[in-house]
């Protein structure tokens, strides 16, 4: 556990390094030296917050349904936080909003995870079977994909427009802003934190609901707790970097052999491998031959869907 983290922290430490020197533009031109280190290190800490939040969410998700397989999307949240951003861009467009451009996006994303999280939360207490839950969080994921589909089709109306809502679908931190990374930062570590705390009923939960509810746990509060914080997880790391995949899923099946199954342990490790994850894609989004800058969520499934067939084999 000591040596794992250790390594992880030397590449975390290797990658910011990467991230704050690589890209267009050199940090020898002291003209420019302030201004990239200041766009890059806005890059970089979106990055990291998102992959954090991405990587913990999945390490609860999966606890909750005693699946290593599960994923903060299979609750819904997040096609419901792109639609909110997709809907956030075209409005913003369309309308002149009192709100300042950096946080229309958040704004957007978050509202669209509040109302998934309403439906959920809707079901949690009409029905407290888990099977329940992951069918309205699969119906949702359809239904937001749908809805995903026809704005990104409306857009395309306008050139700039369309281009933006492709663009924050498929993922990206390239246009995060400081002010946006004050409002989001809060809300990830906050998630973090709670999950932190919710750990050992997890734990006991991965022994059965039966066997969870015979040693004093609450199932239906655990429930209603972890849909809550997965889905303020799942709403800024979108807000941040929009639709970025597989980060969830590859990220905690990988790190747990390593660190064990108890939450407390694992959730750290992960949410510290899930920033060196997506923090190490960014930076390869800006090395990788290519006319444009390739999307982050696109290097994200290239790299995970791969990693995890190997881990699943």
């Known amino acids: 556990m000591v040596r794992l983290t250790l390594i992880l922290t030397v590449a975390l430490l290797a990658t910011v390094a990467l991230s704050l020197t690589v890209g267009v533009g050199s940090l020898q031109d002291l003209s420019l030296q302030g201004t990239l280190l200041e766009l890059r290190g806005a890059r970089l800490a979106a990055a990291l917050l998102a992959g954090a939040a991405l990587a913990a ?95 990104t089709s409306l857009a395309q109306d306008s050139w700039s427009l369309g281009r933006a809502v492709v663009t924050f679908t498929l993922g990206g931190v390239s246009g995060v802003g400081l002010r946006q990374i004050a409002l989001v ?36 509060r655990v429930r209603w707790w972890v849909a809550v914080w997965v889905s303020a997880l799942v709403a800024g790391a979108t807000s941040l970097g929009g639709s970025i995949a597989f980060v969830g899923l590859v ?10 199954v108890q939450h407390r342990r694992l959730l750290p490790v992960a949410a510290l491998a899930g920033a060196t994850f997506v923090a190490m894609a960014d930076v390869l989004t800006r090395v990788i031959p290519s006319v444009g800058e390739i999307p982050l969520g696109v290097v994200t499934g290239l790299i995970g869907a791969p990693v995890f067939l190997v881990l699943l084999l």
């Open 57 to 151: 969410g999945g390490v609860v998700v999966q606890g909750l349904f005693r699946n290593p397989l599960a994923s903060p999307s299979v609750l819904g949240t997040t096609a419901g936080a792109t639609v909110g951003g997709q809907l956030a861009l075209i409005v913003a467009a369309l309308t002149a909003l009192p709100i300042p451009p950096d946080l229309i996006i958040p704004l957007g994303c978050l509202f669209g995870a509040l109302g998934s999280l309403a439906f959920l939360l809707f079901v949690l207490r009409v029905s407290d079977d888990l099977l329940a839950l992951l069918l309205a969080g699969f119906v949702l994921s359809s239904l937001f994909l749908s809805a995903g589909s026809f704005l």
């Open 185 to 220: 930062a809060p809300l990830i570590l906050v998630s973090i934190a709670a999950c932190w705390v919710w750990g050992r009923p997890l734990d006991l939960l991965l022994s059965g609901e039966e066997e969870a509810q015979s040693l004093g746990v609450d199932v239906p």
């Open 251 to 260: 990220v905690p099946h990988a790190v747990r052999p390593f660190a064990g």
